[in-house]
């Protein structure tokens, strides 16, 4: 398997974006990667609050450890790109990591905040 650290959006429309990421790493293990995604697991309860300055910055400082590790960083495009994700981006360019963008395409260019409740 090929490890690979993805990026997709997580701020804004919380609910949909968490769904989003679950069928980004669903996707990527069906690729035969091995993905982590790691803005969908440090904000769970208890860990880090991306709503407070200090936690969100340590969470995208640890996720950029884990991602020069990586073989492949993947970018998930279908609801563009969110600040964090051009930040990551601007950092892999350094580091000369190798780069890919992905759609899912539909319905997820198209869903719901509802939607992606009602499809968990």
């Not at 904000?43 to 991602?67: C, H, K, Y």
């Not at 495009?77 to 190798?98: C, E, P, V, Y």
């Amino acid at each position: 398997m090929i490890l690979t650290f993805l990026e997709s959006p997580y701020a804004e429309d919380v609910r949909r974006n968490l769904a989003y990421v679950r069928a980004c790493l669903r996707d990527s293990l069906g690729r035969g990667e091995a993905p982590l995604a790691s803005h969908a697991l440090w904000i769970q309860p208890g860990v880090l609050d991306d709503a407070i300055t200090e936690q969100r910055r340590i969470g995208m400082e640890a996720g950029f450890a884990w991602a020069t590790h990586a073989q492949r960083l993947v970018f998930y495009l279908d609801f563009g790109w969110s600040n964090g994700m051009t930040i990551g981006l601007t950092r892999a360019k350094k580091s000369q990591a190798h780069i890919r963008t992905r759609t899912l395409g539909l319905p997820w260019s198209a869903i719901t905040a509802s939607d992606a409740e009602l499809s968990r």
